[in-house]
């Protein structure tokens, strides 16, 4: 059984920083699609960033990029988010997702193009 599971949330001021990880379990994932994605209170599920491939490709959305760093330990079979310079509008539910096929350009901004998910990890951003 496939599980994915979150890590390193929590509560930080605006312009800190925090490393959320997701360790996969049941497969290894590191050829596979993962990415990152968020949902803040009454708002649809954002994608946040994504890596694929054995080559490690990553693209980000245009909210993060320059802040957020996504990569992958495939010895440990885990993916990380650091987060930088955070705003109170990064502050959501974090959820790590996979699939083990390669995902196009536009299919990996898309949460239905993913098999499985983790619990999600709460980020919260005072000022």
């Known amino acids: 059984q496939v599980q994915l599971v979150e890590s390193g949330g929590g509560l930080v001021q605006v312009g800190g920083s925090l490393r959320l990880s997701c360790a996969a379990s049941g497969r290894t994932f590191s050829s596979a699609t993962m990415g990152w994605f968020r949902q803040a209170p009454g708002k649809e599920r954002d994608f946040v960033a994504v890596i694929k491939g054995s080559g490690g490709s990553t693209y980000y959305a245009d909210s993060v990029k320059g802040r957020f760093t996504i990569s992958r330990d495939n010895a440990k079979n885990t993916v990380y988010l650091q987060m930088s310079n955070l705003k109170s509008e990064d502050t959501a539910v974090y959820y790590c997702?996979?699939?083990?096929?390669?995902?196009?350009?536009?299919?990996?901004?898309?949460?239905?193009?993913?098999?499985?998910w983790g619990q999600g990890t709460q980020v919260t951003v005072s000022s």
């Open positions: 997702a996979a699939v083990d096929s390669f995902l196009s350009s536009w299919q990996h901004l898309s949460g239905s193009a993913y098999r499985y």
